[in-house]
């Protein structure tokens, strides 16, 4: 389903919403809002449809002329369904001024439209109309088939020109009200369940400005996830499943979250953490979330020198409903809730304003600097109320410390973290979470380590580094050493020379002893 | 005149032509002043052998485990299996492992210790000396009480300080790490006759002027005992040579003036991740061996007494990679999770080359550097560093089929040649004409051999770089 309008935060008042609780909730459920932001410069062409593309936002202000057609229609892109557990379907309610509707003419607010290029009278609208029937009068028709109407409401004298407001509300029994500046002008029960889209149509020649308009509607969510148990054994985990990040580091040594042996079982430790987070790798509406905390430092550690080199833990909580998986810090602000587990041994949630949600200090001091037993802890979130248990490890069973229901009663679908907000000195082990959907959507998946490859050394080659490889065209002489090239020639000359020289003084040598014979 | 005498002088002819060789070197031995051995000032550590002993730093490392990702924990280093290993390649010198020891003393002391017993030296950062910067900076006395705790250990041999401090004068950058912030604490050091380490900006944007006026800022407000910069040639968005030669031009000149040693970087691998975005790797890394080699050789040349590795380890986020998590191959010695890179091979190489030939450069003074080749000459075309000749003292010329860049250097009254390949593709061969007969001693690929020539022919491996030392 395309969702083409604007979401907002989860958090109306209780007054308001109070009427929503009052049925089981089996999924994650949360709700849409459309309004006048979407047309406040121009119209919005991801939220309205304008078939005909003749009508414009003007000075925040959707147009319609007395050029208009009865083609001349602009209709809402998302189209609303019933939210499964809740009771209304759709709120809308609109302003607009009425400057002229032809005689015989009308202008229609409309819901449940099957096509965002309905026409007028097309099966499946539920049509609030203004018209011009010798003076403007008000209709409400249904149209379970189309041209075919199921009167609702005869046309009604009404003060149309101007400017009007219609509120439409729409519940999931088709009981409905139509309310005319104000006033209910109608309700009753629908004939059927008018789901589809909102918007605007009319007959033709309609100068009307919509100068404001809010829808609610609501949003059926049950997520396809996984019940999984992690006990982190052979120093690993299912990536598939779980992903964990120190977001920063602390100043102390070592800071780290990894899979870790403590006392031979493996476990994921969050040793001097800063903010860091374990998330799910699949969104949960309503579920079980246990896991053991098999380690915790209360108590600060120091070394000799009275240097801190591990202080006591900070709080470590559960968050839900979460938009993101990876944060880049303490992305558990955005959460719609944190449960945590804090250091006076009790245990909080921001969705109560960081109020005690529960705890026994007495049974289960857990945080109390001379306490030694490692714990156990349960989350559980199901139709919008939170439970909270907690368990030494050697127990078998929890025990509720804490419930309350979420304010705005909703159960919101998201990914589930485990937090630390630094300095997290910790470990968890064994951790379960279970799908608490009415209709759970289970899928396998497969095991993907979270380990990743560290390549194999590179192997140094020496003899193919130490190949001399020359230019092409060089040549290449060996050696270092003499450069006998440069003694050739000049030995050459001293190897002819000394012959000639040792001729030439034997020759002399015997002329002389000639010489001396002759005397 | 008698035959005797005539066949005399013909032998004598004969003789003296056999001295002159092809090239007709007769014109050419003119008798070469001798030279007075002069005061060469370089930096030395005893915990890394002496005088005699060049130090080789590894930048970045060994530090304790610095990240985690998903359910992994980053090994820490600080092992002696991790030690072992950095001396086995040859570094000697730890000038930045990334430890506090305001936060992580025993690590500190641990790395001491290991550095002891492999031989290395440690350089020490204490946040509660060197991270108060300006009027923050601890008095004379607390910091000589703070680095009382380490400064004594044999492996001690200084504090790591700054890296790349601005100035208004040159780059100001954020202003917050400025000279004038760190020189209170460097001058402290001094002082206490204790080593502050300190690198250098590089100038990649051509401002000569006022680079020159930053360096000798440094010199002179910090006390610098020598002057280090890191610039980096195989970078493909930055492969300007005269650039590089250009700034080692200029510490060059700054650290002689000053009469202190310069010391250089060398990169081991590049893509770094300053940024510490998520990026797919170029998988064509650089540098390899014989460009890795040239680097350290051209280095040499030009006279650097000090090797510093960029980086020992690589930092965990230079790792970040897009389609899988990391890339542990993109650049270090040693990758973030502890594989060994083909870099620590390449730095062991150079490092043996460095440990053969530390002995005679040490305790030489840079007198210029001799290019031959077009593509030298136009690298290092105007530089001050440059012998405008074909030769120097008894180095009367060279042939080689390539580029060649030669060092020439003052060896206590000897010279001293370091001839580089400057070709790091291809070997060739480098002949050196003397102007006479010499005794040489050749120190090549750390082996060393003695010769008596007038002409030495050198076959040289792609960038690689040999010693000479004329003996006599």
């Known amino acids: 389903m395309k969702r083409a309008i604007k979401w907002t935060a989860i958090g109306l008042s209780v007054a308001v919403l109070g009427c929503l609780l009052a049925l089981p909730v089996y999924a994650g459920t949360s709700f849409e809002t459309l309004d006048s932001s979407s047309f406040e410069e121009e119209l919005d062409q991801t939220i309205w449809n304008v078939p005909e593309a003749d009508v414009e936002a003007v000075d925040g202000a959707i147009e319609f002329t007395a050029e208009s057609t009865e083609y001349s229609r602009v209709i809402a892109m998302n189209v609303i369904e019933q939210a499964y557990g809740l009771e209304e379907l759709l709120y809308f309610e609109s302003t607009a001024y009425v400057s002229d509707i032809p005689e015989g003419g009308e202008f229609i607010f409309a819901v449940g439209m099957g096509s965002i290029e309905s026409y007028r009278g097309d099966e499946g609208n539920v049509e609030i109309a203004l018209r011009n029937d010798g003076g403007m009068k008000l209709t409400v028709n249904a149209y379970e088939a189309s041209g075919e109407p199921t009167e609702l409401l005869s046309p009604k004298a009404v003060s149309g020109y101007g400017t009007v407001t219609v509120a439409v509300q729409v519940n999931n029994d088709c009981t409905y009200s139509v309310k005319f500046n104000g006033s209910t002008a109608a309700s009753g029960r629908l004939p059927y369940l008018p789901e589809g889209s909102v918007g605007y149509l009319q007959s033709g020649g309609c100068a009307v400005s919509v100068t404001d308009v809010y829808v609610r509607s609501y949003a059926y969510d049950a997520p396809a996830n996984s019940n999984f148990k992690e006990t982190f054994d052979n120093d690993q985990y299912n990536a598939n499943l779980l992903f964990s990040k120190q977001a920063w580091k602390t100043q102390y040594d070592p800071t780290y979250v990894s899979v870790e042996s403590i006392d031979g079982n493996d476990m994921l430790v969050f040793s001097n953490a800063g903010s860091a987070h374990l998330s799910t790798m699949q969104q949960y509406s309503n579920f079980r979330l246990t896991f053991d905390v098999p380690w915790l430092i209360r108590m600060t550690e120091m070394d000799e020198d009275s240097t801190v080199i591990a202080p006591s833990s900070s709080w470590f909580g559960v968050s839900y409903g979460d938009a993101l998986v990876e944060y880049a810090g303490n992305g558990y602000t955005d959460s719609p809730d944190v449960v945590y587990f804090d250091r006076d041994s009790q245990v909080r949630s921001f969705a109560m304003g960081k109020a005690v949600v529960g705890g026994d200090t007495e049974a289960y001091p857990f945080f109390a600097i001379d306490e030694t037993r490692p714990i156990s802890c349960m989350v559980e979130l199901v139709d919008a109320h939170v439970r909270v248990g907690i368990k030494w490890m050697d127990e078998e069973e929890f025990t509720i410390i804490g419930e309350y229901d979420r304010p705005d009663g909703l159960t919101p679908t998201g990914y589930v973290h485990i937090w630390t907000p630094g300095t997290g000195n910790f470990a968890i082990d064994n951790i379960e979470m279970v799908n608490l959907d009415g209709e759970p959507q289970l899928v396998e998946v497969e095991f993907k380590t979270n380990k990743f490859k560290i390549p194999a050394d590179y192997v140094w080659d020496e003899e193919a580094e130490s190949k001399l490889v020359y230019r092409p065209g060089t040549e290449k002489k060996t050696g270092i050493g003499w450069n006998t090239w440069y003694l050739l020639i000049p030995c050459a000359l001293v190897v002819a020379a000394v012959p000639v020289v040792i001729a030439l003084i034997v020759r002399g040598k015997n002329k002389k002893k000639e010489g001396k014979a002759d005397e | 005149m008698s035959k005797k005498r005539v066949c005399g002088l013909l032998t004598a002819a004969a003789l003296l032509l056999s001295c002159l060789g092809v090239s007709g070197c007769a014109a050419k031995q003119a008798a070469v002043e001798p030279m007075e051995p002069e005061e060469v000032n370089a930096l030395t550590f005893d915990a890394i052998g002496g005088a005699d002993v060049m130090p080789i730093a590894g930048y970045y490392g060994p530090h304790l485990s610095d990240y985690c990702y998903n359910g992994e924990r980053q090994p820490s280093f600080v092992t002696d299996e ?17 430890l506090d020891y305001s936060a992580s003393a025993k690590a500190v002391h641990d790395l001491l210790d290991y550095g002891e017993k492999y031989g290395v030296g440690i350089c020490v950062y204490d946040a509660k000396v060197a991270g108060a910067l300006g009027d923050s900076t601890p008095s004379l006395t607390m910091t000589a009480e703070q680095i009382a705790a380490y400064s004594r250990h044999p492996a001690f041999c200084g504090l790591y300080v700054a890296d790349e401090p601005q100035w208004a004068g040159f780059h100001l950058g954020d202003g917050t790490r400025t000279i004038d912030l760190y020189a209170p604490s460097l001058q402290n050091l001094s002082t206490l006759g204790v080593y502050g380490y300190v690198n250098a900006l590089p100038d990649y944007n051509g401002k000569p002027e006022q680079y020159r006026a930053y360096l000798r800022e440094m010199i002179t407000e910090m006390d610098l005992p020598y002057l280090s910069v890191d610039a980096y040639i195989w970078d493909k968005s930055n492969m300007d040579f005269h650039n590089y030669f250009y700034i080692m031009d200029e510490v060059r000149d700054a650290a002689l003036e000053a009469n202190i040693p310069f010391w250089t970087f060398v990169q081991t691998g590049s893509q770094w991740n300053d940024g510490q975005k998520h990026f797919d790797s170029d998988p064509n890394y650089v540098l390899n061996n014989k460009q890795f080699q040239w680097t350290v050789s051209v280095n040499l040349a030009w006279g650097v007494q000090g090797i510093q590795y960029f980086t020992l380890i690589q930092p965990y986020h230079f790792s970040w990679a897009l389609t899988e998590p990391f890339d542990f191959n993109r650049n270090g010695m040693v990758g973030a999770w502890g594989n060994i890179n083909e870099w620590y091979y ?93 005794n040489v001693t050749v120190i090549y690929d750390a082996e060393t051999e003695h010769y008596s020539a007038k002409n030495l022919t050198l076959p040289m491996q792609a960038g690689y770089g040999a010693l000479i030392v004329i003996d006599d």
């Open chain 2, 82 to 98: 991790f030690m072992k290993l950095t001396a086995e390649s040859g570094i000697n010198l730890l000038n930045h492992s990334y």
């Open chain 2, 346 to 438: 390449y730095a062991q190489e150079s490092n043996r080359q460095i440990a053969a030939v530390d002995e005679v450069l040490m305790h030489a003074k840079s007198k210029g550097v001799l290019v031959y080749g077009d593509r030298a000459k136009q690298d290092t075309a105007g530089l001050k560093g440059i012998i405008q000749a074909d030769g120097w003292r008894e180095l009367v010329d060279l042939e080689a089929t390539g580029d060649v860049m030669v060092g020439c250097f003052n060896y206590q009254g000897k010279t001293a040649l370091y001839v580089v390949n400057y070709d790091y593709e291809y070997a060739q061969d480098i002949t050196l004409k003397l102007n006479k007969k010499h």
